[in-house]
């Protein structure tokens, strides 16, 4: 039986995220929502070094390329035969942990308060941003394996 867990399945799908947040953070979907959802606008952006982007891509990097291994971990475990099951357990594993932990965050602001407008929204987008990246990761995990 191949496994799902090896470097370049985790790779590609760790890649395939990227796409995704590249589009979902975009002017063509959510970036104005996620800036609202922050508090700035698109002028007051603060610039950033070349050096902290390339860091903060790589941490992001390598932070997804660590939910890419879990879930080809579990996926190994479980013995995951159908795409059905791969991207319902992404997406069972995603809401339980990631869309939970996110919601904590939002309701401990320290911005506001939670109910208002700019702290859902914020929630709202990053936390449909994973909900999305589980499905491409896990069914790009299930494809290339």
């Excluded at 002028?43 to 903060?56: A, C, G, V």
């Excluded at 995951?80 to 357990?89: D, E, F, I, P």
């Excluded at 990053?126 to 999305?132: A, E, I, P, Q």
Aim: glycine share 6%; proline share 1%; hydrophobic share 55%.
């Amino acid at each position: 039986m191949e496994l799902f867990l090896t470097l370049e399945n985790v790779f590609v799908a760790t890649i395939a995220s990227f796409f995704v947040g590249m589009i979902w953070y975009s002017p063509v979907l959510f970036m104005n929502a996620w800036l609202k959802g922050e508090g700035i606008s698109k002028d007051s952006i603060p610039k950033r070094t070349t050096l902290y982007t390339i860091q903060t891509h790589l941490y992001s990097f390598i932070a997804h390329g660590a939910m890419a291994s879990v879930f080809a971990v579990i996926f190994d475990v479980l013995s995951v035969t159908s795409l059905a099951l791969a991207v319902s357990l992404g997406l069972l594993l995603t809401f339980g942990f990631v869309v939970t932990t996110r919601f904590i965050d939002m309701v401990y602001t320290m911005k506001g308060k939670h109910y208002e407008a700019q702290s859902q929204i914020k929630f709202l987008v990053n936390s449909g941003y994973y909900l999305v990246v589980a499905v491409v990761m896990t069914t790009t995990l299930f494809l290339v394996h």
